[in-house]
């Protein structure tokens, strides 16, 4: 008779055991040996260098409910027998033991507690979580294959969304139709199921109906349940190869995890790579029952922010030669230098494309209000300036930069969107462009070529830097700490000298406060300096060789660890001189600008707000941020003002006043091609203003004196323009 119920002592170590663990006697003393290490780990490791403090002893008794481990400790603490293999090899073995184990100290760290009947009691202690970390590098997830099924994987990327918190059973209570015998039946964790057993173990007596197959009845109420959420990561911008698609992983937290990631994060994570049988899975993989879909079942996280990806990865070398390099006298002009070495010219874009890179500092107010540290540029002109170019050298460069077209992006694409989920028919929220780039630039081109209403959705992300979305029942705020580097052509084109600068610049007053620095390209047509740009081009097309100099991409490498280094290192303040005087300047821009506006009887295109002096403020720290200073001094705001002089408020001049200089010969050339517009135009009709200048040339006419006869009637109100410019509209 000895060993009749041996097989039914471990049942409910099945689900975590399932190669009968119990009924090996070696496996089983393997597995106490194990848990017995595990707890003296936890209990008496100690750091080297501070051998009387037990970390982990001490995080137990402050936070019962989760425990932190570091692999590296695992494997310093006990080298012959490694805990730390056996944890990586089959983690699902040997994790639940570790949650044990630190539940079983948890218990012993405690003191007894008085019970209602005054008995010294046990005190309850619930389960503790383990969240492990490592110090390795992460893989990529496309390395991720059949080999590291079951096993502990460490990857990283961005969470593009999160689904609902739900409840998963743990242990699940099963009540027998027939006999009411009851029965719990562990749950696998993760996204698994339970294993339901198809008959029930129950005797029938004498004269009692026999418990059919499948008897059982599934009790939720009495089940035990905790939290979980799926989430979806997504490769890292950078890490994904040329021309490919990026991939998505699909993520399982659990208990204390849950909820503590927002879509746009930077994550990297520990997890055991499981597989899960999908529920609706397409009609082609109908009858496949061998084929199961990967997912990870998280067991750590970390979140990568600009702090953390900072001073951690530099090499004591780098530090040296960065610190070197901050304290030469010349560092702006040798970072400007190295901005698009490809391309002529334009030294200012340059500066101001070294100064968006950097940025200035972020600050936080007592009463919680954030101003950003991020500098926006708009680059204005004519084709074949190199506009798209830069953005293409700053997403190469920039620590963190994604690439949109105007044309292509939508609202949502740019903020966020909120999905409905295939299988299980709810919503959940996708982070779009300006959420990836959080902490780095977000680079889009033809930016007047974009719908009005989808530009108006970077308002908010340009100036409060969040993205705050109310749709389908979900309402929530993102971060979007992102620079803006946008490109844009004039209406026509081409930049017009003969039209205003509000008819070049045709963006809303609204979005142009919120750029820093607004730069006009043009293509000017002088002998002298195409001749330079001509040899410079040539120069650059048969010096470069095919296969692209390995000099190069170290140089492009050095620049973006650099900025890297300064952007989590320096966080520089104005000094006293050096804000005192930039008061005294912005007020006497302030009063140019008023000047300007009641000589010319109206605004100008380029608003100069509030919002223009915080924008100084940011260059000159940008300024002090590339050497390393902690102070931004008179020289740096000396520069800065130059700089904003020498873009906004230059866009802000631009194009002709009314008081254009006329010779009388011209002014009778406007007076008649005058008359002949309002001869070929009624008063209240439309014309489309092509065809208009057309037929004038056609009777002989010069176009350019046609357009200025317009624009002067436009300026007295005698005609007006609609459909964004295409069509004349005579007034009564």
């Not at 790579?273 to 109908?286: C, D, E, N, V």
């Not at 946008?486 to 609204?510: E, V």
């Amino acid at each position: 008779m000895s060993g009749w119920d041996e097989g039914a002592v471990h049942y409910s170590d099945q689900a975590q055991f399932p190669h009968g663990a119990g009924a090996d006697p070696e496996q089983a003393a393997n597995r106490h040996t194990v848990l017995r290490k595990f707890k003296e780990f936890i209990r008496n490791f100690a750091r080297p260098n501070e051998p009387n403090v037990f970390p982990y002893r001490e995080s137990l008794v402050q936070n019962p409910k989760f425990l932190l481990v570091n692999l590296t400790d695992l494997l310093t603490y006990d080298k012959d027998q490694d805990l730390r293999d056996l944890l990586r090899k089959n983690p699902s073995d040997y994790l639940p033991l570790f949650e044990t184990a630190a539940a079983e100290v948890n218990a012993n760290l405690k003191a007894r507690v008085a019970g209602e009947t005054g008995e010294m009691e046990e005190p309850q202690t619930g389960e503790v979580q383990i969240l492990l970390k490592s110090d390795e590098d992460p893989v990529s997830m496309r390395a991720l294959g059949a080999q590291y099924i079951s096993k502990l994987v460490k990857i990283s990327g961005i969470t593009i969304a999160a689904s609902r918190t739900k409840a998963k059973a743990t242990y699940v209570t099963l009540l027998c139709k027939n006999c009411k015998n009851v029965k719990v039946v562990p749950c696998r964790p993760g996204l698994g199921g339970a294993i339901v057993p198809r008959s029930c173990d129950h005797v029938a007596q004498m004269g009692e109906t026999p418990c059919p197959v499948d008897p059982w009845i599934v009790v939720p109420d009495r089940s035990k349940y905790v939290d979980q959420q799926t989430l979806k990561l997504q490769e890292n911008p950078e890490d994904v190869p040329t021309g490919e698609l990026p991939r998505n992983m699909l993520l399982s937290v659990d208990r204390q995890l849950v909820q503590t990631i927002v879509p746009g994060t930077r994550l990297t994570i520990m997890g055991i790579y499981s597989i899960f049988q999908a529920s609706k899975t397409s009609t082609s993989h109908k009858g496949a029952v061998a084929i199961r879909q990967p997912y990870i079942r998280v067991v750590g996280i970390e979140e990568t922010n600009e702090a953390t990806r900072g001073p951690a990865n530099f090499t004591q070398e780098e530090v040296e030669e960065f610190k070197r390099f901050a304290a030469e006298g010349n560092v702006y002009e040798n970072i400007c230098s190295k901005i698009a070495p490809s391309i002529f010219g334009h030294v200012d874009v340059k500066k101001a494309v070294a100064c968006l890179l950097f940025g200035g500092s972020r600050k936080t107010l007592p009463d919680g209000v954030r101003l950003r540290g991020d500098i926006n540029v708009l680059l204005l002109g004519d084709p074949s300036t190199a506009k798209s170019q830069f953005l293409k050298f700053v997403e190469k460069t920039a620590p963190i930069a994604v690439y949109t077209s105007g044309k292509g992006s939508s609202a949502a694409g740019l903020t966020a969107s909120v999905i409905r989920d295939n299988s299980t028919r709810e919503f959940y929220l996708e982070g779009g462009a300006m959420v990836l780039a959080d902490g780095g630039v977000v680079c889009i081109d033809e930016f007047d070529k974009m719908r009005p209403e989808d530009r108006v959705a970077i308002h908010e992300a340009m100036e409060q830097q969040t993205i705050s979305i109310a749709k389908a029942g979900i309402t929530t705020v993102l971060n979007s700490r992102t620079s803006v580097l946008a490109a844009a052509n004039p209406p026509s084109g081409r930049y017009d000298d003969l039209k205003t600068a509000q008819d070049n610049i045709d963006l809303q007053t609204t979005i142009l406060s919120r750029f820093d620095l607004i730069f006009i390209v043009k293509d000017i047509k002088m002998f002298s300096q195409d001749k330079k740009i001509a040899t410079h081009i040539i120069q650059v097309h048969t010096s470069a060789n095919a296969a692209g100099e390995p000099r190069d991409t170290k140089d492009d490498n050095w620049l973006k660890r650099y900025i890297q280094y300064c952007r989590s290192m320096s966080q520089p303040r104005l000094s006293d001189s050096a804000a005192t005087s930039l008061q005294q300047t912005y007020v006497e821009i302030r009063q140019k600008m008023r000047k300007q506006a009641n000589e010319t009887g109206e605004a100008t295109a380029v608003p100069i707000t509030v919002r223009q002096l915080e924008a100084i403020v940011r260059l000159s720290e940008s300024l002090a941020k590339m050497r390393l200073s902690n102070v931004a001094n008179d020289i740096d705001v000396v520069e800065a003002v130059r700089l904003f002089e020498n873009s906004t408020m230059d866009a802000a001049k631009s194009g002709i006043n009314q008081h254009i200089n006329l010779t009388p010969e011209m002014a009778n050339e406007i007076k008649q091609a005058e008359s002949q517009i309002k001869r070929r135009m009624g008063i209240g009709s439309h014309l489309s203003e092509r065809r208009l200048i057309d037929d004038l040339t056609r009777m002989g006419l010069n176009e350019s004196v046609v357009r200025r006869a317009l624009i002067i009637m436009h300026q007295r109100e005698e005609v007006e323009y609609k459909r964004e410019r295409r069509v004349i509209y005579r007034k009564a």
